[in-house]
C-alpha cells in the first residue's frame, strides 16, 4: 500500500457515537484524500487536502470533519453516527508523475 | 469529468491472455488514463496510465486509440490473483487540480483456473 497506514481496521460504533479514523503516510507527500465506499458501488470523495493545514469538501462530506495538523497525517472524524455512514474508509495520497494515487487498506465501519 | 463506460463483467481462463474495455469519449485533450484494480476486500490499486501512446509495465499494458476516445487494459497471461475490479479513470493532467478519482463501476473479472 506504498506506505500509507489506516486505523482501526473495523469499527463498529451505535448510532450517535463519535469516532475519529486514521491515516498516515510516511512518503512526504502534499495530497492527502478520505474516501468511502458503499457495498457494490466505487468509490466518493469525502475530503481533500492539499497541503497541510488546508482541508476541501468532495462529493459526499456531510456528517464528517478532517483535521491535517501535519504533512504525515490526515484524519476523518464522525461526531455524531448514523447508519448511512456505515461504509469502508479509505485514505489515499497522491503521487508521480502522473498524480497517480496510492491506498491505505481501509477501515470497515458499521453503524447500528 | 469524463464519462467512462466498462463492461460489467468479464471472463477468463488463467494463464490467457485478458483485453479489458473502456470507451471515454468525452476525455479532454490533456486528460490521463489511469487504470486502478480493486482485489477483494482490499483497497484500489494503480495499475497503469497512458496519455497517447502505449504503454507498457511490468503489470499490464495500456493501449490507447489514436483518436483517446477508447483504451484497453491488457493482461498478457491472467492469474487467479488478478481477479479483481478494474477502473478505468480519465484524469486531470494537472497538479495543481483537486485531482480525487471519478470511480464508476468498473468491470469485474473472474479468472477460472
Known amino acids: 500500500n506504498a506506505g500509507v497506514t489506516q486505523t482501526p481496521k473495523f469499527q463498529v460504533l451505535k448510532t450517535g457515537q463519535s469516532m475519529t479514523l486514521q491515516c498516515a503516510q510516511d512518503?512526504?507527500?502534499?495530497?492527502m484524500y478520505w474516501y468511502r465506499q458503499d457495498p457494490g458501488m466505487g468509490l466518493r470523495l469525502i475530503y481533500y487536502s492539499a497541503s497541510e493545514g488546508t482541508t476541501d469538501k468532495g462529493e459526499v462530506p456531510n456528517g464528517y470533519n478532517v483535521s491535517r495538523l501535519n504533512k504525515r497525517e490526515f484524519s476523518l472524524r464522525l461526531e455524531s453516527a448514523a447508519p448511512s455512514q456505515t461504509s469502508v474508509y479509505f485514505c489515499?495520497?497522491?503521487?508521480?508523475?502522473?498524480?497517480?494515487?496510492?491506498f491505505g487498506p481501509g477501515t470497515r465501519l458499521t453503524v447500528t | 469529468d469524463a464519462k467512462t463506460t466498462q463492461p460489467n463483467s468479464m471472463e477468463s481462463n488463467e494463464e490467457e491472455p485478458v483485453h479489458l474495455p473502456c470507451n471515454h469519449s468525452t476525455i479532454s485533450g490533456t486528460d490521463y488514463i489511469h487504470w486502478y484494480r480493486q482485489l477483494p476486500s482490499q483497497g484500489p490499486e494503480y495499475v497503469i496510465h497512458g496519455l497517447t501512446s502505449n504503454v507498457n509495465n511490468r503489470m499490464a499494458s495500456l493501449a490507447i486509440a489514436e483518436d483517446r476516445k477508447s483504451s484497453t487494459l491488457i493482461l498478457h497471461r491472467a492469474t487467479l490473483r488478478d481477479a479483481a475490479v478494474y477502473y478505468c479513470i480519465p484524469t486531470m493532467n494537472y497538479g495543481g487540480s483537486q485531482g480525487n478519482l471519478i470511480f464508476g463501476k468498473g468491470t469485474k473479472l473472474s479468472v477460472k483456473p
Open positions: 512518503m512526504n507527500h502534499n495530497s
Open positions: 489515499a495520497i497522491r503521487r508521480g508523475a502522473a498524480y497517480e494515487q496510492y
